[in-house]
Protein backbone atom coordinates (compact mmCIF):
# COMPACT_ATOMS: atom_id res chain seq x y z
CA UNK A 1 0.00 0.00 0.00
CA UNK A 2 0.88 3.34 -0.91
CA UNK A 3 0.52 6.01 1.58
CA UNK A 4 1.84 9.45 1.91
CA UNK A 5 1.63 12.19 4.83
CA UNK A 6 1.53 15.79 3.34
CA UNK A 7 2.32 18.65 5.16
CA UNK A 8 -0.47 21.21 5.35
CA UNK A 9 -0.07 23.73 2.40
CA UNK A 10 -1.42 26.79 3.83
CA UNK A 11 -2.29 29.16 0.90
CA UNK A 12 -2.47 32.48 1.01
CA UNK A 13 -5.07 34.19 -1.52
CA UNK A 14 -8.03 32.83 -3.33
CA UNK A 15 -6.46 33.05 -6.22
CA UNK A 16 -2.92 30.65 -5.43
CA UNK A 17 -5.59 28.20 -4.07
CA UNK A 18 -7.53 27.64 -7.54
CA UNK A 19 -4.55 28.25 -9.43
CA UNK A 20 -3.08 25.44 -7.39
CA UNK A 21 -5.78 23.12 -7.64
CA UNK A 22 -5.82 23.43 -10.92
CA UNK A 23 -2.51 22.79 -11.63
CA UNK A 24 -2.62 19.93 -9.35
CA UNK A 25 -6.06 17.86 -9.48
CA UNK A 26 -7.66 18.43 -12.66
CA UNK A 27 -10.80 17.69 -13.10
CA UNK A 28 -11.85 14.06 -14.33
CA UNK A 29 -14.69 13.69 -16.13
CA UNK A 30 -17.97 11.00 -16.15
CA UNK A 31 -17.99 8.18 -18.73
CA UNK A 32 -20.79 8.86 -20.81
CA UNK A 33 -22.78 5.36 -20.37
CA UNK A 34 -25.34 5.89 -17.53
CA UNK A 35 -27.67 3.32 -15.75
CA UNK A 36 -29.89 5.75 -14.42
CA UNK A 37 -30.86 10.21 -14.02
CA UNK A 38 -27.06 10.86 -13.21
CA UNK A 39 -25.55 8.40 -12.44
CA UNK A 40 -23.06 7.09 -14.63
CA UNK A 41 -21.82 3.19 -14.65
CA UNK A 42 -18.31 4.43 -14.37
CA UNK A 43 -17.00 7.43 -11.98
CA UNK A 44 -14.44 9.23 -10.42
CA UNK A 45 -14.52 9.21 -6.67
CA UNK A 46 -12.55 11.34 -4.00
CA UNK A 47 -14.02 10.25 -0.47
CA UNK A 48 -12.86 12.43 2.10
CA UNK A 49 -12.61 11.66 5.93
CA UNK A 50 -11.20 14.49 8.37
CA UNK A 51 -10.41 12.60 11.86
CA UNK A 52 -9.21 13.87 15.19
CA UNK A 53 -8.32 10.90 17.84
CA UNK A 54 -10.08 8.57 15.84
CA UNK A 55 -7.35 6.10 16.23
CA UNK A 56 -9.78 3.43 17.04
CA UNK A 57 -12.26 3.36 14.63
CA UNK A 58 -10.16 5.16 11.78
CA UNK A 59 -8.95 1.66 10.57
CA UNK A 60 -12.51 0.16 10.26
CA UNK A 61 -13.95 2.98 8.56
CA UNK A 62 -11.56 3.07 5.96
CA UNK A 63 -11.17 -1.00 5.58
CA UNK A 64 -15.60 -0.50 4.84
CA UNK A 65 -14.99 2.38 2.65
CA UNK A 66 -12.01 0.97 0.56
CA UNK A 67 -14.38 -2.85 0.30
CA UNK A 68 -17.07 -1.32 -0.75
CA UNK A 69 -15.81 0.95 -3.37
CA UNK A 70 -13.15 -1.76 -4.83
CA UNK A 71 -16.24 -3.93 -5.30
CA UNK A 72 -17.69 -0.90 -7.77
CA UNK A 73 -16.64 -0.19 -11.52
CA UNK A 74 -15.38 3.01 -9.91
CA UNK A 75 -12.34 4.98 -9.77
CA UNK A 76 -11.41 6.26 -6.83
CA UNK A 77 -9.57 7.45 -3.59
CA UNK A 78 -9.55 8.25 -0.12
CA UNK A 79 -8.49 11.22 1.48
CA UNK A 80 -7.51 10.35 5.67
CA UNK A 81 -6.70 14.10 6.50
CA UNK A 82 -5.26 14.06 9.91
CA UNK A 83 -6.54 17.23 11.77
CA UNK A 84 -3.76 17.32 14.48
CA UNK A 85 -4.38 14.26 16.13
CA UNK A 86 -2.76 13.37 19.78
CA UNK A 87 -3.33 9.48 18.99
CA UNK A 88 -2.25 7.06 16.84
CA UNK A 89 -4.80 8.30 13.86
CA UNK A 90 -2.17 8.51 11.42
CA UNK A 91 -0.20 5.25 12.06
CA UNK A 92 -3.79 3.19 11.98
CA UNK A 93 -4.54 5.17 8.70
CA UNK A 94 -1.68 4.09 7.31
CA UNK A 95 -1.50 0.76 6.94
CA UNK A 96 -5.46 0.43 6.74
CA UNK A 97 -6.38 0.48 3.29
CA UNK A 98 -5.02 -0.46 0.04
CA UNK A 99 -3.17 1.93 -2.62
CA UNK A 100 -6.35 3.67 -2.84
CA UNK A 101 -5.75 5.31 0.44
CA UNK A 102 -3.73 8.89 1.21
CA UNK A 103 -2.71 10.20 4.76
CA UNK A 104 -2.55 13.92 5.12
CA UNK A 105 -1.67 15.56 8.10
CA UNK A 106 -2.11 19.18 8.91
CA UNK A 107 0.65 19.00 11.95
CA UNK A 108 -1.70 20.76 14.19
CA UNK A 109 -5.63 21.48 14.97
CA UNK A 110 -7.34 23.62 12.83
CA UNK A 111 -10.56 22.26 13.14
CA UNK A 112 -13.10 20.04 11.30
CA UNK A 113 -13.98 22.33 9.08
CA UNK A 114 -10.32 22.88 7.57
CA UNK A 115 -9.62 18.89 7.35
CA UNK A 116 -12.99 19.57 4.96
CA UNK A 117 -11.57 22.00 3.23
CA UNK A 118 -8.40 20.87 2.68
CA UNK A 119 -9.56 17.23 1.31
CA UNK A 120 -11.78 19.01 -1.36
CA UNK A 121 -9.18 21.18 -2.06
CA UNK A 122 -6.53 17.95 -2.18
CA UNK A 123 -9.45 16.07 -4.60
CA UNK A 124 -8.45 14.49 -7.58
CA UNK A 125 -11.55 13.83 -9.14
CA UNK A 126 -14.56 14.96 -10.68
CA UNK A 127 -16.94 14.21 -7.39
CA UNK A 128 -16.04 14.37 -4.01
CA UNK A 129 -17.59 12.68 -0.78
CA UNK A 130 -17.39 14.38 2.57
CA UNK A 131 -18.01 11.39 5.25
CA UNK A 132 -17.48 11.51 9.27
CA UNK A 133 -15.18 9.34 10.58
CA UNK A 134 -17.45 7.59 12.85
CA UNK A 135 -19.61 6.44 9.64
CA UNK A 136 -22.89 7.23 11.47
CA UNK A 137 -24.09 6.95 7.93
CA UNK A 138 -22.49 3.91 6.30
CA UNK A 139 -21.31 4.17 2.78
CA UNK A 140 -23.61 2.33 0.76
CA UNK A 141 -26.45 4.93 1.32
CA UNK A 142 -23.64 6.70 -1.19
CA UNK A 143 -26.30 5.20 -3.96
CA UNK A 144 -28.98 7.50 -2.33
CA UNK A 145 -26.80 10.59 -3.40
CA UNK A 146 -26.05 9.74 -6.51
CA UNK A 147 -28.73 9.67 -8.59
CA UNK A 148 -28.99 13.38 -7.81
CA UNK A 149 -25.56 14.66 -8.75
CA UNK A 150 -26.61 15.15 -12.29
CA UNK A 151 -28.57 17.74 -12.20
CA UNK A 152 -27.62 19.25 -8.62
CA UNK A 153 -24.11 20.57 -7.85
CA UNK A 154 -23.96 19.74 -4.21
CA UNK A 155 -26.37 16.74 -2.91
CA UNK A 156 -26.04 16.13 1.14
CA UNK A 157 -27.30 13.43 3.37
CA UNK A 158 -30.11 14.28 5.93
CA UNK A 159 -31.33 12.81 9.06
CA UNK A 160 -34.92 14.78 9.19
CA UNK A 161 -36.77 13.97 6.05
CA UNK A 162 -39.66 11.42 6.13
CA UNK A 163 -37.48 9.00 4.34
CA UNK A 164 -34.82 9.58 6.71
CA UNK A 165 -34.07 6.14 8.57
CA UNK A 166 -32.44 7.06 12.33
CA UNK A 167 -31.49 3.53 13.29
CA UNK A 168 -30.19 4.53 17.28
CA UNK A 169 -31.49 8.01 18.03
CA UNK A 170 -29.20 10.61 20.30
CA UNK A 171 -29.19 11.39 24.06
CA UNK A 172 -32.23 13.34 24.50
CA UNK A 173 -30.26 16.58 24.95
CA UNK A 174 -28.45 16.53 21.90
CA UNK A 175 -31.46 15.48 19.97
CA UNK A 176 -33.08 18.57 21.25
CA UNK A 177 -30.38 20.67 20.35
CA UNK A 178 -30.29 19.02 16.98
CA UNK A 179 -33.89 19.98 16.52
CA UNK A 180 -33.13 23.80 17.51
CA UNK A 181 -30.22 24.59 15.56
CA UNK A 182 -31.71 23.15 12.39
CA UNK A 183 -34.64 26.01 13.13
CA UNK A 184 -32.32 28.76 13.48
CA UNK A 185 -30.12 27.94 10.27
CA UNK A 186 -33.67 28.20 8.78
CA UNK A 187 -34.45 31.68 10.01
CA UNK A 188 -30.99 33.12 9.77
CA UNK A 189 -29.13 31.77 7.16
CA UNK A 190 -30.84 28.66 5.27
CA UNK A 191 -34.29 28.38 4.45
CA UNK A 192 -35.88 25.66 2.90
CA UNK A 193 -32.66 23.35 4.41
CA UNK A 194 -33.84 20.68 7.09
CA UNK A 195 -30.51 19.44 8.28
CA UNK A 196 -27.24 20.79 7.56
CA UNK A 197 -24.88 19.00 9.60
CA UNK A 198 -25.25 15.65 8.82
CA UNK A 199 -21.75 14.25 8.35
CA UNK A 200 -22.38 12.92 4.18
CA UNK A 201 -21.91 15.42 1.97
CA UNK A 202 -21.60 15.21 -2.18
CA UNK A 203 -20.13 17.93 -4.13
CA UNK A 204 -18.92 18.09 -7.78
CA UNK A 205 -16.06 19.90 -8.89
CA UNK A 206 -18.05 22.48 -10.19
CA UNK A 207 -19.06 23.30 -6.35
CA UNK A 208 -15.98 23.06 -5.15
CA UNK A 209 -13.82 25.43 -7.18
CA UNK A 210 -16.87 27.81 -6.63
CA UNK A 211 -16.83 27.99 -2.69
CA UNK A 212 -13.81 26.83 -1.59
CA UNK A 213 -11.79 29.89 -2.35
CA UNK A 214 -14.73 31.77 0.28
CA UNK A 215 -15.11 29.44 3.11
CA UNK A 216 -13.76 31.42 6.23
CA UNK A 217 -15.86 29.03 9.02
CA UNK A 218 -13.69 26.00 10.02
CA UNK A 219 -15.19 25.10 13.21
CA UNK A 220 -18.36 22.79 13.27
CA UNK A 221 -20.25 25.89 11.73
CA UNK A 222 -18.64 25.39 8.40
CA UNK A 223 -20.88 23.29 7.46
CA UNK A 224 -23.51 26.15 7.03
CA UNK A 225 -21.04 28.14 5.00
CA UNK A 226 -20.33 26.00 2.82
CA UNK A 227 -24.15 25.59 1.79
CA UNK A 228 -24.47 29.29 1.83
CA UNK A 229 -21.98 29.61 -0.11
CA UNK A 230 -23.26 26.69 -2.79
CA UNK A 231 -26.37 29.15 -2.88
CA UNK A 232 -24.82 32.20 -3.26
CA UNK A 233 -23.03 30.99 -6.04
CA UNK A 234 -25.69 30.17 -7.73
CA UNK A 235 -25.90 26.11 -7.51
CA UNK A 236 -27.96 23.83 -6.68
CA UNK A 237 -28.58 21.22 -2.95
CA UNK A 238 -30.48 18.27 -3.03
CA UNK A 239 -31.42 16.90 0.11
CA UNK A 240 -31.30 13.34 0.25
CA UNK A 241 -32.85 11.13 3.41
CA UNK A 242 -30.23 8.81 4.80
CA UNK A 243 -29.52 5.95 7.31
CA UNK A 244 -28.08 7.77 10.45
CA UNK A 245 -27.14 5.65 13.94
CA UNK A 246 -25.72 7.87 16.95
CA UNK A 247 -22.34 7.36 17.49
CA UNK A 248 -20.42 7.16 20.77
CA UNK A 249 -17.28 9.14 21.26
CA UNK A 250 -18.72 12.55 19.11
CA UNK A 251 -16.24 15.13 19.53
CA UNK A 252 -19.15 17.79 19.57
CA UNK A 253 -20.22 18.75 23.33
CA UNK A 254 -23.79 19.85 23.37
CA UNK A 255 -23.83 23.16 25.83
CA UNK A 256 -20.11 24.52 24.38
CA UNK A 257 -20.35 23.56 20.66
CA UNK A 258 -23.69 24.91 20.09
CA UNK A 259 -22.66 28.71 21.61
CA UNK A 260 -19.96 28.41 18.80
CA UNK A 261 -21.93 27.06 16.03
CA UNK A 262 -24.13 29.39 16.78
CA UNK A 263 -21.77 32.37 17.13
CA UNK A 264 -20.58 30.97 13.43
CA UNK A 265 -24.84 31.61 12.28
CA UNK A 266 -24.09 35.08 13.25
CA UNK A 267 -20.80 34.94 11.51
CA UNK A 268 -21.94 34.06 7.79
CA UNK A 269 -24.75 36.87 8.26
CA UNK A 270 -22.19 39.42 9.33
CA UNK A 271 -19.69 38.26 6.89
CA UNK A 272 -22.70 38.41 4.16
CA UNK A 273 -23.40 42.43 5.36
CA UNK A 274 -19.71 43.66 5.47
CA UNK A 275 -19.48 42.10 1.94
CA UNK A 276 -16.81 38.81 2.21
CA UNK A 277 -18.98 37.13 0.05
CA UNK A 278 -19.16 39.68 -2.49
CA UNK A 279 -16.73 38.51 -5.14
CA UNK A 280 -18.73 34.99 -5.23
CA UNK A 281 -22.16 36.89 -5.88
CA UNK A 282 -20.72 39.27 -8.56
CA UNK A 283 -19.93 36.32 -10.34
CA UNK A 284 -23.67 35.25 -10.00
CA UNK A 285 -25.80 37.89 -10.49
CA UNK A 286 -28.79 36.24 -10.95
CA UNK A 287 -28.06 35.09 -6.84
CA UNK A 288 -29.83 37.13 -4.08
CA UNK A 289 -29.22 35.53 -1.23
Known sequence: ???EIVGAMYLQTDRVRIQHKKIL?????????????????????????????????????????????SKKNHKYEIIVIDDGSKDDTVEVAKTAGSDKVRVVSLGGNRGKGFAVWKGLTLARYGIALFSDADM??????????????GSHDVVIGSRNLPDSNITKKQPWLRSRLGKTFPFLVRVMVLPGIKD???????????????????????????DVEI??????????IKEVGVTWANAEGSKVHPIRDSRKMLI??????????????????????????
Do not use: W
Open 25 to 69: FPVVKFTNNKKGPGLPRRMELSVIIPAYNEAERIGSTIKSIDSYL
Open 227 to 236: LFLTRKAGLN
Open 136 to 149: STPIEDIEKLLPHI
Open 196 to 222: TQCGFKLFTRKAIDAITPYQTIFDFGF
Open 1 to 3: MHN
Open 264 to 289: DLIKIRLNQINGKYTALSQKNPSCTR
